[in-house]
Structure formats: structure tokens, C-alpha cells
């Protein structure tokens, strides 16, 4: 009574594949007089274009240690689709003297016999070329929705979907499925960018978010993770992406962006507003010992270079600013904190500040010419199939993705400060705003500031003048 082993392989996440395919065996074994040695299953589809699995690469090694004289496959692509290791796995068969019983077939296969490796070599060669039809239309198909802008994958938070069936030109029913806005979740979205761009960080977001019991799809806590990854997804600004590497953000000189068939949750300005502040490589993420005062290491000595600290070393306990690296000045910090404010004040309330910064009809011009030149870069596929060169083609690509590049380097240029977009939308509060904001966004509205007006320079007290009774305004300057 010879030794068989069957080996079972899911089908498009099927369970009941396995479970058919492993009652087709043990009937096969009843019927033959086999006896059973083993068998094996995998839960993964057999598509060369998967997960790397198959007969070989799994099942093959125990097969051999059990000494089967007979392995039973319900198919021959249920082996492998992939032809070499399909080859490999038919050489072991004939140097080790085991035989293959394909159900599909309903005979059993001796790989010693040329007509019968000829039979299975062949299965081989047609399981690779169904493999390599199905990864076309796939691939057909994605290309497709992301020129038709339509949806895929899971939904993202913010959305809901709904479906609707249709027929098509030829009458044959369709499932459509639209894309729309969450009434709660969306809000939550809007919010999140509004918040990134008032500055306030990913952290504390997250944090409030939690606190508020509202949860991510998966129903999971937020993260900053999280907060950045939905932040710089274009979806939110209404464009399908498509990348020559498969990812859902955008890749500089690569992404395409469509128009998508699901509403925009948020404007374009806000989103590459949010994104370039997130993805700007000199943005700092974290905080060098968790800053507890308005001017620390932000404001300067005027006589080194170096920063100023706050200490309470000095006149009984009383907060002052001192130069951190040879403390050539130092101020009392309430006198400095107040003087600044009221400068920065000033600054924002002036809505000349922001006209002279930013030429938003320019800016403007500028997303327009890089979205023609990313829809001149998709035409370019269309053109090599229809005879352009495809060096020339290449090449016009990466011109094409360089000159996008300087364009996105210009608009960060051309565009108001992120987190100073909400006073120069509204700047007849300032006073109001500053003072119910955190002390961390306080910081970063006064960075924003210093990095276009020159940072705040601290110098020594005039000759003859004694120390405490020189102004502020009198020992500041502001520049670079």
C-alpha cells in the first residue's frame, strides 16, 4: 500500500477551498487503497504575484521526510505558479521517484515517463501565464480607477461609503461605490489640519483626541503617528494618487495626483500648507528638555551669538534671561517676555506684514503648472506607446519631475508661515488669540516671526547707565 501525502492550497482567502480540496484527498485515498502519510495545507493564494509560496518552498521538505511515494495535488497550479520553482519541484519528483496524482486530471503522473513530465511541465507553463493575465488586468484596472480617480482600498477615515449597481454598455450589472463624507468623522479631519496649522503639535492632538473617546477606524488610540500619516495623505484634498512604487503618500518627482470622485474634506491651500510644514526637513519634533519659557533658546546674546536661557540663580530666586554661553547679558525675564510679545503683537496685527509675504494669485499659478506638468509626465506612457522614444520619454521625465520640485521650493518661499495663517486671515484679535494659546504654539509663532524679521538680540546696558534701569526696547535689536 503506497504512502501519499496531500497537499491543499487556499484560493482567494477561501477556506472552504482547503476544506473541498482536503475531503477530494482522503476520498482519492479510500478509492486508491493509498495510505495516508500526511496532509499539509497552505492559507495563501497560489498567485506567482503573492506572497513567494508554493509546493516547494513549503510542503516539499516534510514531504520528503515522510517518504511519500505519491503527492496529491487538486490542481497543478495549486502547486506553483511561478514556472522555475514548478520545474525544480517536478526534478525532485523524478530524481526521488515519488509520483504526482493531479486531481484535475484524475491520473497519476510519473515524472520519469517524458509524456507525463512533458503533461505537467506544460500545466506549469500555462499556471504562469494565467498568473500573468490576472496581474495585467489587475494592474489594467488600477490604472484605470487612479485616471478615473475612483476609490480603492479600505475606507479612509473621514468617509463612508455606499453602493449602488448599474449596467454597462453591454447591459452586464456593476457595482459602483461612492465615496462620501462621514458626518462626524470628517469634522474631525478639518479639524485636525486646522489645529497643525495654528501650530499646535501632533502630540497633543493625539492626546485630545483620546481624551475625547474619538478613535481611529480601526479603533485604535491615536497617535502623533498617526495624526502626521493622516495629515499628508492628499485624499483629504479630493486627488487619487497613483506612485511608480505602490504607497499612499506623495513621493517628490514621482506622485500623480487626479481629481478624485469623493468630495474634498479640506481645501488645497490648507493641505500643502499642512503638508509642507509636516514634511519640512528642518522642523523640529521634539523639544530639547520640554521648553518652560516664552524666549528660551530662541532669543540671543547681541554681544556672542549665543542663546539665551531663563535661570533663577540670581536676585533672590527672580526669573532672569542670561546668556548661556559666556553670560555677557542678562534681563529680567517678565521684562523681556512682555516687551517681545508686544512687539510680535504689533507684527501680526498689521496686515501689510502679510501681503508684502506672501502673493497668493502666484502661488496659486505656481500648483497650476505643477499640476500640468504631472498630467504631462502621465501622458508620457500614452506617447511611448504610440512611437516616442522611450529614452526621450525618460528623460523628459526627470526634467519634468526636477522643474515640479523647484516649483514646490518656490511656493514654500511665496507662502505665508503655516502657523501664521490664521492671523493673516484674521488679524483684528491678535492680542486675544496669543493669549489663550499654549505656551508651545506661543514659540513657534515666535520663530515664525524671527526667521522673516531677524531674531531677537540681547546687548549689554549702555556706559554709565546703571544695570535694571535700561529699558528693554533700549537693549534689543532684531536680526538675523
Known amino acids: ?51 513567494k509560496k508554493g509546493i ?29 520553482q514548478w520545474a525544480a519541484f517536478l526534478e525532485e519528483c523524478r530524481d526521488g521517484g515519488a509520483r504526482v496524482w493531479v486531481e484535475q486530471h484524475e491520473r497519476l503522473f510519473d515524472l520519469r515517463i517524458a509524456a507525463d513530465w512533458r503533461t505537467l511541465a506544460t500545466d506549469g507553463v500555462d499556471s504562469e501565464m494565467e498568473a500573468r493575465r490576472i496581474s495585467k488586468r489587475v494592474r489594467t484596472g488600477m490604472d484605470r480607477n487612479v485616471r478615473e480617480g475612483r476609490t480603492h482600498g479600505r475606507i479612509p477615515f473621514g468617509y463612508t461609503r455606499r453602493y449602488e449597481y448599474v449596467r454597462d454598455e453591454d447591459g452586464k450589472r456593476q457595482r459602483v461605490v461612492i465615496q462620501e463624507l462621514h458626518p462626524v468623522q470628517s469634522l474631525v479631519v478639518k479639524e485636525i489640519y486646522v489645529r497643525i496649522r495654528a501650530g499646535e503639535s501632533l502630540k497633543s492632538i493625539a492626546r485630545d483626541l483620546n481624551a475625547r473617546r474619538i478613535f481611529s477606524n480601526s479603533g485604535t488610540e491615536w497617535t502623533e503617528f498617526k495624526v502626521r500619516s493622516l495629515a499628508i495623505r492628499p485624499l483629504y484634498m479630493g486627488k487619487r494618487i497613483h506612485n511608480e512604487t505602490p504607497g499612499k503618500y506623495i513621493i517628490p518627482g514621482e506622485t500623480i495626483l487626479n481629481d478624485a470622485q469623493w468630495p474634498a474634506i479640506v481645501d488645497e491651500t490648507l493641505f500643502w500648507i499642512v503638508y509642507n510644514k509636516l514634511t519640512d526637513p528642518s522642523r523640529v519634533t521634539y523639544k530639547p528638555g520640554g521648553a518652560k519659557h516664552l524666549l528660551s533658546l530662541i532669543a540671543r546674546c547681541g554681544e556672542c551669538g549665543g542663546p539665551l536661557i531663563a535661570t533663577a540663580r540670581y536676585d533672590g530666586g527672580q526669573w532672569k534671561y542670561i546668556c548661556r554661553d559666556k553670560s555677557c547679558v542678562m534681563i529680567g525675564k517678565a521684562e523681556l517676555d512682555e516687551y517681545v510679545m508686544f512687539e510680535i503683537i504689533r507684527f501680526l496685527s498689521d496686515i501689510d506684514n502679510y501681503s508684502q509675504q506672501s502673493d497668493n494669485g502666484q502661488v496659486q499659478g505656481m500648483y497650476a503648472q505643477i499640476g500640468e506638468k504631472q498630467a504631462a509626465r502621465e501622458r508620457l506612457g500614452e506617447a511611448v506607446e504610440h512611437g516616442m522614444d522611450p529614452v526621450i520619454a525618460g528623460k523628459t521625465d526627470k526634467r519634468l519631475a526636477l522643474e515640479i520640485r523647484e516649483l514646490e521650493d518656490k511656493i514654500r518661499e511665496h507662502t505665508i508661515p503655516s502657523v501664521l495663517m490664521d492671523f493673516a486671515e484674521r488679524c483684528d484679535d491678535v492680542a486675544e488669540r496669543l493669549e489663550d494659546m499654549t505656551l508651545a504654539g506661543k514659540r513657534e509663532i515666535m520663530r515664525a516671526v524671527m526667521e522673516r524679521e531677524g531674531y531677537v538680540r540681547l546687548h549689554r546696558s549702555p556706559q554709565g547707565r546703571r544695570p535694571g534701569t535700561v529699558p528693554a526696547a533700549e537693549r534689543v535689536s532684531w536680526a538675523a
Open 1 to 51: 500500500m503506497p504512502l501519499a501525502t496531500g497537499y491543499g492550497r487556499e484560493s482567494m482567502g477561501s477556506a472552504q477551498s482547503i476544506n473541498e480540496q482536503s475531503r477530494l484527498f482522503f476520498a482519492r485515498a479510500a478509492a486508491e487503497g493509498w495510505e495516508v502519510a500526511g496532509w499539509f495545507e497552505d492559507k495563501v493564494s497560489a498567485s506567482s504575484y503573492g506572497r
Open 56 to 84: 516547494v518552498r513549503d510542503a516539499w521538505p516534510e514531504v520528503r521526510a515522510n517518504l511519500t511515494e505519491i503527492l496529491w495535488l487538486n490542481e497543478s497550479s495549486r502547486g506553483d505558479r511561478e514556472l522555475s
